[in-house]
């Protein structure tokens, strides 16, 4: 039977790949990095439904799985059981954040599950940041949207996944924050530093790096 959870497949740049599920009225987007010794898969969405095209498209990929959790919320994680054994890599904060709002955000947005829904916790966390020099893949502290926000670059193919540290449409590019506006501010002037060509998110579409500056200046706007 076709599945209607069925992604639209962005291929970014030869390893970089986003699968995009519309939802109501709403996207998220799961996004693969096809490394050299282990394929990544930042964010597993809204439980085995959303994984399993992913899982099915990395069979071609023979190398062993690396998960990352970019940050704690339920359309971020809610597909962890899918993966069993794989290293899960999330900031310290966010193993804590699932294990302690797990309950409540199942209560609140049940209604957006697909398929099975386990708790299955980040095992690998970290504080400041992670590289894997075999894959050229640097994961590192970056919080805004949430205090335990992640983000990844693929220094190989210069690809920022920023997580929710962009709204979720280019009219909303504020997105919602846990923490001080000032913090937010440092996190989007240290993405200003990187090598940039693409930046993928949980919601936006695939932008290039001047959002940075829109940013900034959206929120110099707001008062912020
Ligand atoms: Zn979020």
């Given at each position: 039977?076709e599945n209607e959870w069925n992604p639209k497949i962005i291929k970014i740049k030869n390893r970089n790949v986003v699968f995009q599920y519309q ?6 987007n799961l996004h693969v990095i096809l490394g050299n010794k282990y394929n990544y898969v930042i964010d597993t969405g809204l439980g085995s439904l ?55 955000m199942i209560e609140k947005n049940r209604q957006f599950q697909k398929g099975d829904v386990q708790l299955n916790l980040p095992n690998l966390t ?99």
């Open positions: 039977m939802i109501t009225d709403w996207n998220l959303c994984a399993e095209p992913v899982l099915n498209f990395l069979k071609e990929y023979p190398n062993p799985i690396r998960v990352v959790n970019t940050h704690y919320h339920w359309d971020h994680i809610w597909g962890n059981g899918s993966f069993g054994d794989c290293s899960i890599l999330s900031h310290t904060l966010c193993r804590y954040l699932q294990t302690v709002k797990w309950d409540s970290f504080d400041g940041e992670l590289y894997f020099p075999d894959d050229k893949i640097r994961i590192f502290h970056t919080p805004g949207h949430t205090a335990d926000s992640i983000s990844v670059l693929d220094e190989e193919e210069h690809v920022l996944n920023m997580s929710d540290n962009i709204g979720d449409s280019m009219e909303e590019i504020i997105p919602s924050m846990e923490v001080e506006n000032d913090t937010f501010r440092n996190t989007i002037r240290s993405y200003m530093a990187l090598n940039v060509d693409a930046c993928v998110s949980g919601h936006n579409t695939i932008v290039g790096k001047e959002v940075f500056q829109t940013i900034l200046n959206e929120l110099d706007l707001n008062g912020k």
